[in-house]
């Protein structure tokens, strides 16, 4: 008989690389969550991701095979390890063959095509092969008259952002013109899929079928959860926060105003806390030198190993052009590669045109610690770094946007973020979490128009038009918005269960693990603390 744990590993790579051959963008990229980060040892820079009615059938039938296979593997015989493989495995084959069949974004969202045309080709302009950049562009039009001939009965709704995406886009393609030849050709395929998508057969309804909202949200996420339970749960945050909101608000008016009388909003307090003064040349030392004494501040606690500071550094940069039409703001990336050699966390600094207003980087501290240590890149640094290489790839929203909350949590029980003005700050910042998951679900739900979605975002101090454009991107991912406040919760729930005694080694548990889903994680948990 065969092993089981090598049969396990060959259905992993099998499935890996058939969807690193078909969907290599996607792959390549931490912009789809379902997809798994695997990249081919020799790229293919002429071959664009494959989504035609023909090619996700295909696919998807390939995935149920492959769950099929896992599904007689006997768990019983298998360690802990083992079967958490397995059933991590599982997850994502189900979970990509519903995204192919029934979320079918590559069939209602024409944002989808123009983020991977934008991905596929900052990927090659990273890329050490001075043929990449050209393969790219000169297959590019193929792509994009596919991803005409796909889009059917689109929401109006993904038909204006798309049309509203199109214009940065042409762009990027006019900006990348300069040094390739070959966008010209590209930038009449941009103009073709212009003129298609604005005669497109559209609906007005934007939202899943409710059986598959709930299938999205328990499973591809992983929240485990129905929508009712998930409601309840984010009602409770709510009002815990606005607790601790106040709380905070108030002490620190204690130190700060000289007028104790005065009747202050805790959004008014928060709204008073300056942020550094600076300009756009200081911006990147100033959030360079933060993530140096916070790696030092990890370091010394025990949550970071010294090794990994030095072989997979995290750098900090102003966003290249070439990315500025896909990301906006902070965005965190490591390439998909073991070991791992370092991650890149951009800032976008191109709106900068002088001194910084007063307070906007007022949370620059939080970011730093969300993005990168001892969040996502320690997560992700840690997830390239294992010795089981079958989860190195796979990553799952609700843990990935979870720790990093998490991570600033860390610094506070740390005792890093100690002043009045970083505890309002980290209360803003989970309430901020919560509203936006209400926002996503009620969207989702039907039980909030736009509107009304952007009168809820409101109340943590975003103004209405900025309001208005998040409650629409978030229409694009059912359930995302969910991952911050559930997944903070869970590890929450962990730490004060398994971690109070020894937080270095609860953290290094945790992150030894990969990815995992939350019951099997509270199993290994379980078993380090007897």
Known sequence: MANPSLLVAEIGNEMFEFLARTYPISCASDEFFYFPQ???PEPQWNVWDKFSTESVVESAHLLSLWEHKLDHLTLGHLDLQEQIDIRLLKKYARTLQEQFLEVRSWESQPSFYLTLAGIGLAEA???????????????????????????????????????????????????????????????DALDRFEDSLRCVDTREDFQLPPDSLERVINVHIGSGMDIPAIQEELDLEIEEVRKVLDREARQYEAVTFENKSARRTWLDAYNSIPGPSTDKDSVISIFSNEVNRIAAHCLHHGLVKRSLLSSCPVSVEPMPDFLSAIRVGASYSIPPKYPPEGGKFYLYTRHITGKLTPGSLREYRMTCAHETYPGHHLLDASRWSMNRPLRRPMEQPIFYEGWACFAEELMRLTGYFTSEADGLILARRRFSHAIRAKVDIGLQTGTMDLSIAAGYLEQVGINRERARLMARKYTLNPGYQLCYTLGLRRFLDLFYRYGQSDLPAFVHTVLGQGEINFSDLEKVLRLHDN
């Open 38 to 40: 695997f990249r081919l």
């Open 125 to 187: 302009m990273e890329s050490e092969d001075p043929a990449a950049r050209h393969e790219r562009a000169r297959t590019l039009p193929l792509f994009l008259d596919q991803a005409s001939r796909n889009l059917t009965r689109v929401p109006v709704l993904f038909r204006d952002i798309g049309l509203e995406m199109v214009k940065d886009t042409r762009d990027y393609f006019a900006l990348l013109g300069r040094t390739i030849p070959e966008m010209p050709s590209a930038l």
